[in-house]
């Protein structure tokens, strides 16, 4: 068994050139099969027997192609690209999982990749994913697309009648993870342990703590001696003609929260139609998933509750031996494992693990609403394609389904408050609404004015998103110019007032503070950046300060606490800032702040400031001076302007503009001054 094992966890896991030749009208990637002796026509012979459904999943990176023609990678994704999340629902893991389950083709454990992850960026990493209790390999399924477009995605399927012990899939993975680290080179090796497989990938990664891992646990099944399972194998042994009635409630706990399941790529104008929606495909979904609880067999639970129990203890005992990168991924509404509380035990039991917390998810996170595995990876900063994070080339810009999420769901309401409008001047000095005056080509630097609380940032980032497709980095530093932000045509935000501006006292709105040496004026003519100044106003249309930062130095606990606080945080202060300076005062506190009605947020970006011309004079302090000045003072300029002509717009007062929405049924586009 051991040897079969072995030789099956190989096929697949070869590094793919992205060669393809085409059989009977599909496209098969071969570069691994002729690595171990297959043709394209014994692989049509191999899988020939496999029904079509069960092709759709279970062959390796199936996919049509009726020209035979050759596939290239992708080089990089656009902002707004498509991630298909939600196209495969919970209803479809059900459908592809009882047929599996009926008609189960035995052989060992073994690797798919699933077609519907198409072709992945170049120089993509290998993530391999291990599934739960259930062992076939679908709980990515609403993942699958998204994924795609950053790893090289291969699923563990472990047949329903397969009894591989724990040593062996342990085994498995090892072998898996040696053989690509072969052919990988400098790449991380990603493993995704979902609940069992969890265990077994931690187990894994303390076999082979030199090679470069990264494993992400979704609510691990380490707890297994702190949950509810630990009670159900002996009373299954001691009522074993009752076996059959605890079925429902086993399952039930290992599916997860079906309300969340039901809400997956629910979409309407009303939240009627999103309730309808919603109720439909509960409807669908609860008679499936009772379904498989009936027809999975009484063998099946005894045998994986057993192998449970073995899987968590043996990964509870090898966990000082794990040196890879680990990221925990924990439920609020765990009611299979205490997940949370788990999570933090392996926090502190794991050299370099960090966590994120769920509260109102259930313990089939993968299959649930709001979670986007890729996001999260993202977010946490655990996405690269090398040993080593490079925050530039291994960025990857949000999907649309992440756009919507962070702008429509999770700010839609402060957006809706404060209503951002722009405009921008053209080269001839015109002033028009929109960002037609800002260059799409970049390398752009934005400088401007830093509200208060840094509240514009969303809206610009949501604004050069929506209307020019460009994702809008930050700078926190003007050492960050690099022949890399060069040559990657990237437009990047800097703000030279920082956080003395951002926190400012009062009466002090649209105050600048910058600091007297120009010395991001020379780094961007240095690399012949050109530069945008903008100015912004409202937010002291929207709160105002009552307890600012001189007047709680004042006060001795409070001064403590600003004290404290700037002691864990590293200042973000420019290093060429001469001490005296008032952009030198920058430590962090949260000033006493009162809301008001809110108004309107106003950009206005200037006439574009080219310095390719001036290139080979970056070192000249004069010329660097009078940018320096000019740029400054059109930030100064732009607010004056906003200032005055915001007393012109009809629709500053929020019950205008909500008035106006519900008349014209828009949600942007709202009228504003004309320039």
């Known amino acids: 068994m051991g040897s079969m094992v072995n030789t099956v966890s190989q096929l697949g896991l070869m590094s793919s050139a992205m060669r393809w030749d085409s059989v009977g009208g599909v496209r098969i990637r071969t570069n691994w099969m002729r690595a171990y002796g297959y043709s394209s026509a014994g692989v049509k012979r191999k899988f020939g027997f496999l029904r079509d459904s069960r092709k759709r999943i279970a062959a390796s990176c199936f996919e049509g192609n009726k020209e035979g023609n050759s596939v290239p990678n992708k080089l990089e994704l656009e902002p707004l690209w498509n991630d298909e999340y939600g196209t495969q629902t919970v209803q479809d893991y ?13 052989g060992p454990p073994r690797w798919f990749c699933p077609i519907e992850c198409g072709c992945p960026l170049k120089d993509s990493p290998v993530l391999l994913y291990l599934p739960g209790i259930d062992g076939l390999g679908l709980g990515l399924i609403l993942h699958h697309k998204a994924l795609g477009r950053a790893f090289e995605v291969r699923c563990m399927h472990i047949p329903v009648n397969d009894r591989t012990p724990i040593e062996g899939l342990v085994s498995f993975v090892e072998n898996a993870v040696r053989l690509e680290n072969k052919s990988s080179g400098r790449k991380p090796i990603y493993i995704v342990g979902d609940s069992f497989g969890g265990c077994i990938a931690l187990s894994a990664a303390a076999r082979i703590p030199t090679i470069d891992l990264v494993v992400i646990l979704i609510n691990p099944a380490t707890s297994y001696n702190r949950s509810k399972l630990q009670y159900l194998p002996p009373l299954l042994e001691a009522v074993p003609d009752q076996v059959q009635t605890f079925m429902p409630y086993l399952y039930g706990l290992t599916s997860g929260n079906p309300f969340k399941m039901a809400v997956v790529n629910t979409t309407g104008s009303s939240p009627t139609l999103i309730m309808e929606q919603v109720f439909s495909k509960l409807t669908a979904i609860l008679p499936h998933l009772s379904d498989l609880a009936d027809i999975i067999s009484m063998d099946f639970y005894v045998w994986k509750l057993k192998l449970l129990k073995a899987a968590a203890a043996k990964a509870n005992s090898h966990l000082h031996a794990v040196k890879a990168e680990v990221l925990i991924m924990a439920s609020g509404r765990d009611y299979m494992f205490p997940s949370g509380e788990e999570a933090g035990r392996l926090v502190n039991s794991l050299q370099n693990c960090k966590m994120r917390y769920f509260k109102d998810n259930g313990h089939a996170l993968l299959m649930e609403d709001g979670f986007s595995l890729l996001t999260i990876i993202k977010g946490s900063g655990t996405y690269r394609r090398k040993n080593k994070l490079d925050i530039v080339s291994d960025f990857l810009p949000p999907s649309l389904s992440e756009f919507k999420i962070c702008f429509d769901k999770n700010l839609g309401f402060f957006h809706f408050a404060v209503s951002p409008v722009t405009y921008s001047t053209l080269h001839d000095g015109s002033i028009v609404r929109g960002l037609s005056g800002v260059p799409h080509q970049g390398p752009v630097l934005l400088v401007g004015y830093h509200m208060f609380f840094g509240l514009e940032i969303s809206s610009l980032v949501e604004a050069f998103l929506k209307e020019k497709n460009i994702v809008v980095r930050g ?14 045509n990237e437009h990047v935000l800097l703000y030279p007032g920082g956080v003395r501006e951002a926190l400012h006292r009062k009466d002090e709105h649209y105050k600048l503070f910058w600091p007297q040496r120009p010395e991001f004026v020379r780094m961007a003519i240095r690399f012949g950046v050109t530069i945008v100044p903008f100015g912004v106003v409202g937010a002291d249309d929207l709160m105002g300060i009552c307890l600012d930062y001189d007047e709680q130095m004042k006060i001795p606990s409070l001064r403590e606490k600003i004290r404290l606080q700037n002691l864990k945080t590293k200042k973000l202060m420019n290093r060429t800032v001469l001490e005296g300076e008032e952009i030198s005062k920058q430590d962090f506190y949260v000033p006493g702040f009162y809301l008001k009605k809110p108004g309107r947020f106003y950009f206005l970006f200037g006439k574009p400031i080219e310095t390719r011309g001036f290139m080979e004079s970056w070192k000249d302090e004069e010329l660097a001076m009078t940018l320096y000045l000019k740029i400054k003072s059109a930030v100064e300029q732009n607010m004056s302007y906003l200032l005055e002509k915001r007393k012109q717009d009809p629709y500053r007062d ?10 014209s049924n828009s949600s942007s586009d709202i009228p504003s001054f004309e320039p």
Do not use: C, Q, W
Request: proline share 5%; charged share 25%.
């Open 94 to 106: 059900v459908e592809i999982a009882k047929e599996m389950i009926l008609r189960p083709d035995g």
């Open 475 to 488: 700078m926190t530093h003007p050492e960050m110019f690099t022949e890399n932000f060069r040559s990657i």
């Open 654 to 663: 929020i019950f205008a503009r909500a008035a106006y929405r519900a008349i």
